[in-house]
């Protein structure tokens, strides 16, 4: 996202210095920095409608930026490797979260979920990482049944001036339990019409240890960065950038492979500017990802001569128009956007077998294209209303696919023939509306209330994935699945109530929610005896086929907060979500169980520390039909610190898991690595104890 965005009127909403200073959990030094330029989109009045996480709080050594979702009331990550963190919102991840890198939607490469969005931008070039809490507005991406998160990157800023201004800003960070560093660094120069940037990171670990040992692979290596520059004048702004992401050997031990590399390029570009009473936006945005895995150069391969290598490539182009302008007590906001990605996969075994190959997808399209009206505004005194309205077309297709065994193997043939004889068009019509109220019944307390339904075409896995593979865009349960041409959209029915309270002592934002999704997609037991058969002799003989159910998920969610003196402060975060399915007795797969975190915060003006407690309850709602087994709670301490040591000079230091506790978190993958310290079949575990220590130099 351009930082023209933030001072943009379209829809964007200053909020009161009091209630930023109150949601945002810490007070420190970095914070105070960003807090003028913060802008809540969506609701206008009583509590925050965006999630601001805490980056402050937060190591730089923290290599993926989605582990800090964990901070965000009802978010959490699916974690099958140390880059390899999937975005969970009330009990939803994968392709139903929408989340935006820079508001791009970028389309991945992984068919396995190797590269999640936010795993494009590194912690060390984290600018902000943000929830929409709640239902999303239907104007923050085309599909949002499971809500829109925003990842925005480090950028240039316009000033006032003629002359060239530069500014830098260099980190260098190292953690012990992995053995890893990370570098970051960001230079740019502007005046008042252009400004330009040139960035970079790199970071690199070991395995990680744990009170028992090491996982293996859990060894890490990225490098990402690029350039960008924007122009503005008389109230219009273009902005370009260019960033590459190359990723080697990193392991995913909860994934039958592990990633060999990653390598894409991204091109953003984006125009803001003024017609008169119209505020016009525009987005186009371009990437590529070529991608290889293999079960062979970090791992030993399950059997000798099982070795095998995922060659995938993909590419997407979006795009977004938008103008917003005064319309009664509100504004009005009208909107078209698209996303055209395109997905290409073999598996084949270079070491043993050069004749190998199985085409998993072959020339796969997954366009979609939109249209949204939204208006947000007062409809009473202390009455807000956001109320909008959203048509997306998802046309999917499949090129023909090919087995080197179709001709030798009658059951293989017979999946590739009925696959390239079928018409694989599957296209879906999705019509979603949200209103969200906003109540301020006093200057302390404010109530809102939001109903919504949304709606989501199934992924490109679920359709076309012909032959059984354990390809499922990360679920990681182990399970061979097929997918379904003739799938239907799931769409989600949700309503979900909320109060902010807020005094000069204390906050608190709890929401609660109901979703009931008609035809979600979940993996059910295949029926196809050639499918079984096929599935048995690729070492599972209980494959799933992605099929339409139905499912609830319903929860509570909060932040909360107490100011003790001036000094010191506690915040934290509650998190309960439950997921079923409506059609059998069975529960949702892969769902955080309650957790909270509270931080009990000491504040001065150029140091501070705070004390971490995070919790986890026990989960034993597991999902029967993905065969996933219950999980411990448990309980860690982390200890936190920062000073300025000079007016630019920033160290931060930390000690995670202070008593080295052996924990297992629930979304944390199943190992499937033998030569680990982890059994194959257990729940990978968490890291042990892990000093931290960060130093960044900022120069403007
Ligand atoms: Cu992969």
Redesign the pocket.
């Known amino acids: 996202m351009f930082p023209i965005r933030h001072t943009a009127s379209r829809g964007l909403i200053t909020i009161s210095p009091l209630l930023i200073s109150i949601f945002s959990a810490g007070t420190h030094a970095e914070q105070a920095r960003q807090l003028p330029e913060m802008t809540v989109e969506g609701e206008s009045v009583a509590g925050p409608a965006i999630f601001q996480i805490d980056l402050e709080q937060a190591p730089v050594t923290t290599p993926d930026a989605a582990e800090l979702l964990r901070r965000a009331p009802g978010a959490n990550v699916n974690r099958n490797g140390p880059l390899t963190g999937i975005a969970q919102y009330r009990g939803m991840y994968g392709d139903r979260v929408n989340v935006q890198v820079n508001g791009m939607n970028i389309t991945t490469g ?1 068919p ?1 979920g ?1 590269d999640p969005p936010l795993s494009y931008i590194p912690r060390a070039q984290l600018e902000s990482l943000e929830v929409i809490r709640g239902i999303a507005p239907v104007s923050s991406g085309l599909e949002t049944i499971g809500g829109t998160m925003k990842a925005t990157a480090r950028t240039s800023h316009f000033n006032s001036g003629d002359s060239f201004t530069p500014s830098a800003d260099v980190s260098v960070g190292g953690a012990t339990v992995d053995s890893s560093y990370t570098l970051g660094a960001f230079g740019a120069l502007a005046n008042k019409n252009h400004r330009m940037h040139i960035y970079g990171s790199k970071e690199k670990g070991d395995d990680y240890e744990f009170p028992d040992g090491k996982v293996r692979p859990s060894e890490y290596d990225r490098k990402n960065g690029g350039i960008g520059y924007g122009f503005q004048d008389n109230g219009h702004e273009v902005g370009l950038n260019y960033r590459h992401n190359r990723t080697d050997d990193t392991g995913t031990p909860s994934l039958p ?1 592990d ?1 060999d590399y990653i390598d894409t390029n991204i091109f953003e570009s984006e125009y803001n500017g003024a017609f008169g009473a119209y505020d016009v936006h525009g987005q186009v945005f371009y990437n590529d990802v070529d ?1 290889k ?1 293999n079960n062979y150069s970090l791992r030993n391969p399950p059997m000798p001569m099982m070795t095998r290598q ?1 060659k ?1 490539s993909s590419d997407g182009l979006g795009y977004r128009v938008d103008a917003g302008f005064a319309l009664g007590a509100g504004r009005l906001l009208l909107g078209t956007d698209g996303q055209l990605g395109k997905h290409d996969a073999t598996v084949t075994d270079p070491i043993n077998n050069p004749n190998f190959y199985v085409e998993a997808y072959n020339n796969v399209k997954r366009n979609a294209f939109g249209a949204f009206a939204e208006w947000e505004g007062n409809i009473a005194s202390n009455w807000g209303l956001l109320l909008g309205g959203r048509y997306t077309r998802v046309n999917s297709t499949s090129g023909d696919v090919s087995h080197f065994m179709a001709g030798m193997n009658p059951a293989i043939n017979t999946l590739q023939t009925q696959f390239n004889d079928a018409d694989k068009d599957n296209n879906q019509n999705n019509f979603d509306l949200v209103a969200k109220f906003d109540h301020d019944y006093s200057s302390r307390l404010g109530f809102n209330i939001e109903a919504g339904i949304k709606n989501r075409a199934p992924s490109y896995q679920q359709l076309y994935l012909w032959v059984p593979l354990q390809s499922t865009n990360g679920l990681a349960d182990g399970k061979n699945y097929v997918g379904d041409i003739d799938l239907n959209k799931e769409t989600a029915y949700e309503a979900g109530l909320g109060l902010d309270w807020n005094t000069p002592r204390g906050y608190i934002s709890p929401r609660i929610f109901y979703r009931y999704v008609d035809d979600y997609i979940q993996g059910t037991p295949a029926t196809d005896p050639t499918v079984i058969m096929v599935s048995t002799a690729n070492g599972d003989p209980n494959p799933l086929q992605w099929s339409n159910v139905d499912a609830r998920l319903y929860g509570i969610d909060m932040n909360w907060g107490a100011s003790l003196s001036s000094h010191w402060s506690l915040d934290g975060v509650i998190s309960y979500v439950r997921g079923k399915r409506d059609d059998i007795s069975d529960n949702l797969y892969r769902i955080a169980p309650l957790n909270g975190s509270a931080t009990l915060s000491y504040t001065r003006a150029n140091w501070w520390v705070g004390l971490e407690g995070v919790a986890y309850a026990r989960q034993d709602d597991v999902s029967k039909t993905n065969d996933e087994t219950e999980s411990a709670g448990y309980g860690l301490a982390n200890l936190r610190g920062g000073i300025e040591l000079m007016h630019n000079l920033a160290i931060n230091v930390g000690v995670e898991n202070i008593f080295d506790k052996q924990y297992q978190n629930h979304l944390s993958g199943i190992n499937r690595v033998a030569d680990s310290d982890v059994p194959v079949g257990e729940r990978v575990p968490g890291a042990g104890r892990n000093y931290y220590a960060t130093l960044q130099y900022r120069f403007n």
């Open positions: 992984g396995n190797m492979m990633i991608h895995m995922n995938s």
